[in-house]
């Protein structure tokens, strides 16, 4: 019978140790990066570092269990499609079945729960923002052979109504995140179109920032404005979003289909808007999918009302 390599995606404080607890029997072993931390580390000021010996302790241990036959579940933050992708490689050795589980919640939830961990569990909050931002869905026949979701999207609505109404205060864009959406939701002319346009632009709320860039275009937009914002990383919180969309969809029993698999990679590569061959061959793009962000890259390019110099 095929083993199984529960990858656990999440940020610190989202919950994953409560779903390896409801995951784990005695043939299937919870490995943790912060027990492992806990477990080789004397001095606890040290125990948010030395993540190299960490992982390498907590990977032979993974791999040693999958070479006997057990299930591992493999309880870190996991946010990186690169690093999932090297576990998934090594997993598939041992007739593996590598699935990748997404435990999904608003921000605030989490750093509400980050509060009351044990003093050294507990991760500043600025460091869980930039987790936050930088989660990397992950991927059929990359990083992982299945999808499971905990997260519902409707848990994300006040975050993402937050300043949707806000304009960009960009030259890029002078009219609001929600006009935008609705732009490219109206020059999108396929229902698939369409729902990619739906969520493109959604994580835009929260990756809200000053812009410090020192180009002269930007110097003088803030000289004339006193406000220039950027939106760094926002496609990959779009994912997200999408991801526990997913979740509440009929539709999903666990299996995610073709469409949906394609508009979750869509809105997550949408912001690269050269398709290079490393591209490509890095993430296992389709041709159906490269068309889908051929076209929505002239979508949405076109679904803006530019500053007048």
């Not at 784990?24 to 072993?29: D, G, V």
């Not at 605030?108 to 869980?128: A, F, G, H, M």
């Not at 992982?144 to 030259?171: N, V």
Request: hydrophobic content about 30%; charged content about 30%.
């Amino acid at each position: 019978m095929t083993n199984k390599l529960y990858i656990l995606i999440g940020v610190p404080g989202v919950g994953k140790s409560t779903i390896a607890n409801k995951l784990k029997n005695k043939n299937t072993i919870h490995l943790s990066s912060d027990n492992i931390r806990e477990e080789q580390i004397e001095n606890i000021e040290d125990y948010q570092k030395h993540n190299a010996k960490v992982f390498e302790i907590m990977n032979n241990k993974t791999f040693e269990l999958l070479k006997e036959g057990k299930n591992v579940i493999y309880d870190a933050t996991n946010l990186s499609r690169k690093k999932r992708k090297h576990l998934y490689n090594q997993a598939k050795k041992y007739d593996t079945e590598v699935i990748a589980y997404c435990i999904l919640k608003p921000l605030k939830t989490i750093l509400k729960q980050n509060n009351q961990r044990t003093d050294w569990k507990r991760v500043p909050e600025d460091v869980i923002k930039n987790k936050y931002l930088s989660f990397n869905p992950p991927r059929i026949k990359l990083d992982c052979d299945k999808i499971l979701i905990d997260g519902h999207y409707q848990d994300f609505l006040y975050e993402i109504q937050e300043t949707i109404d806000m304009p960009h205060y960009s030259p890029f864009h002078t009219e609001t995140i929600r006009e935008h959406i609705d732009m490219t939701i109206k020059n999108a002319k396929t229902n698939q179109l369409k729902e990619i346009a739906m969520f493109h632009d959604l994580g835009k709320s929260i990756c809200r920032t000053d812009n410090r860039s020192k180009t002269e275009e930007a110097k003088l937009y803030r000289e004339q404005n006193k406000i220039y914002h950027s939106f760094y990383n926002h496609a990959n919180v779009s994912s997200m979003y999408y991801l526990a969309y997913i979740n509440d969809q009929a539709k999903y029993k666990g299996r995610i289909n073709q469409y949906y698999l394609e508009n979750l990679e869509v809105i997550y590569q949408h912001m690269n808007f050269t398709i290079t061959d490393k591209l490509i061959e890095n993430n296992k793009l389709t041709t159906k999918e490269i068309n889908l962000l051929n076209k929505f890259y002239e979508i949405d390019k076109k679904s803006s009302i530019k500053k007048q110099p």
